[in-house]
């Protein structure tokens, strides 16, 4: 059974920081892409960044630049650096396992229709 935690959410005012941490368990066999995902209320899910197993990442345009996603594939921990933190920022952010393209083999930002999602941690930025 895949088990998702994510942690390190919290309050944080705009231009600050946060670091964003998910532990997954269960996943056989081992995902090739992973990714952040976030919610915010009266909206869909949204593709935030993923990153594959060699490390190649891809952002979506409004993080660009200012969110950076890693992980340690020994530990099969996932993170999101997250700086200079906008109000537009605050969601409930999810990882999970992202949809490898068959077509251009890179991770789909789009959020996964079929997957296992963990109960998130909320970001909410203040201005």
């Known amino acids: 059974q895949v088990r998702l935690v994510e942690s390190g959410g919290g309050s944080v005012q705009a231009g600050g920081s946060l670091r964003l941490s998910c532990t997954s368990s269960g996943y056989s066999p081992t995902p090739y892409c992973m990714g952040w995902f976030r919610r915010a209320p009266g909206k869909e899910r949204e593709g935030v960044a993923v990153i594959d197993r060699a490390g190649s990442t891809a952002y979506a345009d409004s993080v660009k630049g200012r969110f950076t996603i890693s992980q340690d594939t020994a530990t099969n921990t996932l993170y999101l650096q997250m700086g200079t933190l906008k109000p537009e920022d605050s969601a409930m952010y999810f990882c999970?396992?992202?949809?490898?393209?068959?077509?251009?083999?890179?991770?789909?930002?789009?959020?996964?229709?079929?997957?296992?999602w963990g109960q998130g941690t909320q970001v909410t930025v203040s201005s």
């Open positions: 999970a396992e992202a949809v490898l393209s068959l077509v251009s083999m890179t991770c789909d930002l789009r959020p996964p229709q079929e997957t296992s």
